[in-house]
């Protein structure tokens, strides 16, 4: 039988042992509370506690990133997408961790902002 025609722009290169890498996924989530030390929120995906990751504030609190480790997270619902399937819901408690004083200045300035009770909308998780 012949070999299909490589389509490849590029040769592959087997690579020996265990070669680690890392890839990036973003996960929405929706910001319940937030101080100058962690964040309270909801979101569909699992994370873990322990881990860390880098936690984008919308482009309406001024876009800020901040590394962030997860103190906690649990199961608080489940929730239907519009095609039936159930999902889970979290809610998971942050720490922010590695602040500069650039940051923290930035955090501050974002929390003088915000209004007691207002909605503070959605951000990302940089996994």
Do not use: C, N
Request: charge should be positive.
């Amino acid at each position: 039988m012949a070999e299909p025609a490589d389509r490849r722009k590029a040769p592959r290169i087997l690579v020996a042992g265990r070669l680690g890498a890392r890839a990036r996924a973003t996960v929405e989530v929706r910001i319940l509370d937030l101080s100058a030390s962690g964040a309270r929120i909801e979101h569909f995906d699992l994370l873990r506690p322990g881990a860390t990751y880098m936690f984008e504030l919308p482009l309406a609190l001024g876009s800020l990133i901040l590394t962030a480790k997860v103190v906690h997270s649990a199961v608080i619902g489940t929730e239907a997408t519009p095609e039936g399937e159930r999902h889970l819901r979290y809610q998971s408690g942050l720490t922010f961790v590695r602040i500069t004083a650039e940051q923290h200045a930035a955090l501050a300035a974002v929390l003088e902002r915000l209004t007691p009770g207002g909605g503070l909308g959605d951000a990302r998780l940089i996994v």
